[in-house]
């Protein structure tokens, strides 16, 4: 290869690019020129902090909502905009444990992070000093702690949330009797009350809440339309219209509205022509395709299991909400029974796997039994199927076309039962046939990995 060759792809490149006049307006990392809609949530969360003119400031607010609601961009936004408040943002999300949670908190304060020998408390003692020396330096009384990707947490198992959240509430108190004050803002996707956390630690950080709703089509439309002005010389608002409407329909999610024009305008850009609908449905089978992949190789075994069984409940069985003891009756006839979780644990897969954006789910009641959960699957089956494994999901297409030629749908279901029983029980040792391929050792390092398989 000459330089002239990467003189030829650089020229290639930039005709590509040649469809936008600034393609790092739809860069979802950049901070948004102006906030769209939000009022509210930018009004409650206003409220809380102000309370710090009155010296009652809460030492913990959750934001909590689906990924892509604005949850990060308005937190930084509103505290950014209270001038007597400073700000220490941090995102959690590199952690693994929470003393490297601790020890990001305090490079992000500018210290030096300390050894793991040192401890926990060494850690949160340093925040303490740093935090009341900055204060005293910017002459500010206010400090808004806010800790992104909050969950991260929860997936250390082998130290104890409590303790940390704790410790972070006691330095609240002990900031205070410097007469400064702190507010934890802890952003997740669910509420801080739902996660395990023990009494004191719960009855310390009361219920100051903020929740974001998922996008609907105005407010993504709207969205849409800032970042495209700046992005392009001009465009259609029609194709603007349909990226909302795909949107707003599957997820309410910003950043991906914002990635399905950005990837649509790259597919036209690549074959020189004007943007159309059509580019935009590509970009949009292209992102689950890419997403699912994504979602997939950080999936354990038990995962595979309860995503195989979803897939075939709404594949084969085509129910669309599905209970979750639905769910887990599937799953016992899947899995092998040595490695067959409880209940309890499942629902907590489902929850994880929620989490991802795979599913959703609404609350039902179920009368004198309390509430029960119905998932949803927000991929087709046939996105899903073969992402887990393409040999078992062209067993399972074949096996549909046939139940439906033959109109037996109960005696072939029968059937399925019959062979996902074996797998079950054992008698066949791999899952290929019919099944999903499912690896019988975890090969994951993630934190979805370390957490489940047994
Ligand atoms: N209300 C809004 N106005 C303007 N841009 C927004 C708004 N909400 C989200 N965005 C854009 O969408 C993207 C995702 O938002 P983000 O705050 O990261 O969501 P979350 O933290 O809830 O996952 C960001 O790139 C941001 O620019
Ligand atoms: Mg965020």
Redesign the pocket.
């Known amino acids: 290869m000459k330089k002239s060759d990467i003189d030829a792809i650089l020229d290639k490149i930039d005709k590509e690019n040649s469809i936008f006049k600034n393609k790092a307006a739809l860069d979802?990392?950049?901070?948004?020129k102006?906030?769209?809609?939000?009022n509210k949530e930018v009004e409650n969360l206003v409220r809380f902090l102000a309370s710090y003119k009155q010296g009652t400031i809460p030492p913990f607010v959750s934001v909590y909502?689906?990924?892509?609601?604005?949850?990060?961009?308005?937190v930084r936004f509103v505290c950014e905009s209270l001038d007597g408040v400073a700000l220490c943002f941090v995102n959690l999300r590199g952690a693994k444990t929470i003393f490297e949670c601790a020890n990001l908190i305090l490079s992000e304060l500018g210290a030096e992070a300390l050894p793991s020998a040192k401890g926990l408390g060494a850690v949160i003692s340093a925040i303490k000093d740093v935090i009341a020396s900055y204060l005293q330096e910017a002459k500010k009384q206010v400090i808004v702690l806010a800790l992104?990707e909050f969950d991260m947490i929860f997936y250390d198992k082998r130290n104890k949330p409590s303790d940390f959240v704790y410790k972070l509430v006691v330095l609240c108190e002990q900031l205070k009797e410097k007469n400064y004050q702190m507010c934890i803002i802890g952003?997740s996707n669910n509420v801080v009350s739902e996660y395990d956390l023990d009494e004191r630690v719960r009855s310390r950080i009361g219920n100051s809440e903020v929740y974001?709703p998922a996008?609907g089509y105005d407010?993504t439309l709207e969205?849409l339309q800032?970042c495209a002005k700046e992005a392009f010389n001009e465009i259609n608002d029609s194709i603007l219209q349909y990226c909302a409407k795909l949107s707003s329909r599957d997820h309410g999610d910003?950043?991906r509205a914002?990635d399905l024009l950005r990837v649509g305008a790259e597919i036209a850009g690549a074959k020189n022509q004007a943007l159309s609908t059509k580019h935009v449905d590509q970009a949009y089978t292209k992102l689950q395709n890419d997403r699912i992949s994504e979602i997939m190789s950080r999936f354990t075994p038990q995962f595979r299991y309860v995503c195989g069984a979803i897939v075939y409940l709404s594949y084969i069985m085509e129910l669309e909400l599905i209970h979750t003891s639905k769910i887990y009756d599937e799953y016992k006839l899947i899995t092998p029974k040595k490695s067959q979780l409880t209940h309890r644990r499942i629902s907590e897969i489902l929850n994880d796997i929620e989490n991802t954006g795979m599913l959703t789910s609404q609350t039902h009641s179920r009368g004198r039994h309390g509430y029960g959960k119905q998932y949803k699957l927000m991929f087709s089956p046939d996105l899903i199927g073969p992402a887990l494994d393409t040999k078992s999901w062209d067993d399972l297409v074949a096996m549909k076309k046939q139940m439906e030629k033959s109109g037996q749908r109960e005696k072939l279901r029968k059937d399925v039962v019959k062979i996902f029983n074996a797998f079950a029980h054992g008698r066949v040792p791999n899952m290929t046939n019919i099944g999903w391929n499912i690896p019988n050792k975890d090969t994951t390092n993630s934190d979805l990995g370390n957490k489940d398989y047994k």
Do not use: C, Q
Not at 34 to 38: A, E, F, S, T, V
């Open positions: 979802v990392l950049r901070t948004p102006r906030i769209i809609g939000r909502g689906r990924s892509g609601s604005g949850k990060s961009t308005l992104d952003i974001f996008y407010e969205i800032m910003a950043r914002i």
